[in-house]
């Protein structure tokens, strides 16, 4: 049970529980602009206090937990990914001997947190070679275009990537309840891989 303070110690309180989603929002700015300049730092400031205050979005709870080691293999997994799907991409549009084959999957996810389903998604769309062209928020899936697929080997492959960065983030910045929902799927297909074998 959240208990809601008054007065400064209250809007401290409330600052300091929202700040990494407000941070967030900036990043988020910086990374759709494509830039990492002062100014796109503070027209993402000026768009995250639109957004936090004068539409009055319902506040968002937050597990309390960062993991800064998790946070780190994230952000440099991420732009690992960015490095190679930039290359695959040009190399499938330069590449006149072969049509990149393109696909529509269904990625069912392992958490039910909108927050968590915003992140994957949005981290899926950012790598170059996949978009998110819809949500099923109820049943928690994600539905991506992919270009440079040919089997249903590759399709499969770009679920479970999608489902590695859903698990990448729960381990930043998930709750200990999101934590377990993940770990038993982990555990399953580590079990499924060896059954195959």
Same mark, same amino acid.
């Given at each position: 049970?959240?208990?809601?303070?008054?007065? #400064?110690?209250?809007? &401290?309180?409330?600052? %300091?529980?929202?700040?990494? $989603?407000?941070?967030?929002?900036?990043?988020?700015?910086? +990374?759709?602009?494509?830039?990492?300049?002062? &100014?796109?730092?503070?027209?993402?400031?000026?768009?995250?206090?639109? =957004?936090?205050?004068? $539409?009055?979005?319902?506040?968002?709870?937050?597990?309390?937990? @960062?993991?800064?080691?998790?946070? +780190?293999? $994230?952000? *440099?997994? $991420?732009?690992?990914?960015?490095?190679?799907?930039?290359?695959?991409? /040009? %190399?499938?549009?330069?590449? #006149?001997?072969?049509?990149?084959? =393109? /696909? =529509?999957?269904?990625?069912?996810?392992?958490?039910?947190?909108? *927050? &968590?389903?915003?992140?994957?998604?949005?981290?899926?769309?950012?790598?170059?070679?996949?978009?998110?062209?819809? &949500?099923?928020?109820?049943?928690?899936?994600?539905?991506?275009? @992919?270009?440079?697929?040919?089997?249903?080997?590759?399709?499969?492959?770009?679920?479970?990537? =999608?489902?590695? %960065?859903?698990?990448?983030?729960? !381990?930043?910045?998930?709750?200990?309840?999101?934590?377990?929902?993940?770990?038993? /799927? !982990?555990?399953?297909?580590?079990?499924?891989?060896? /059954?195959?074998?």
């Amino acid at each position: 049970m959240i208990r809601h303070l008054r007065g #400064p110690k209250g809007l &401290i309180a409330q600052t %300091w529980r929202q700040l990494p $989603f407000f941070l967030w929002l900036v990043a988020l700015w910086m +990374l759709l602009w494509g830039q990492f300049t002062v &100014i796109a730092f503070l027209t993402g400031l000026v768009a995250a206090i639109l =957004v936090t205050r004068v $539409f009055r979005l319902p506040p968002v709870e937050l597990s309390g937990r @960062v993991n800064l080691w998790y946070g +780190l293999v $994230f952000v *440099l997994a $991420f732009l690992g990914a960015l490095v190679k799907g930039s290359l695959l991409v /040009a %190399w499938q549009v330069v590449n #006149p001997r072969r049509y990149p084959g =393109v /696909a =529509v999957i269904a990625v069912p996810l392992a958490t039910n947190d909108e *927050l &968590i389903l915003a992140h994957t998604a949005v981290t899926a769309s950012l790598i170059p070679g996949s978009l998110v062209i819809d &949500i099923d928020r109820d049943e928690s899936v994600l539905y991506l275009h @992919v270009i440079g697929v040919s089997s249903d080997a590759d399709v499969e492959a770009q679920r479970r990537q =999608v489902q590695r %960065w859903e698990r990448r983030i729960v !381990r930043a910045v998930g709750s200990r309840a999101q934590l377990a929902q993940v770990t038993p /799927a !982990r555990t399953g297909q580590a079990e499924a891989k060896e /059954a195959s074998r």
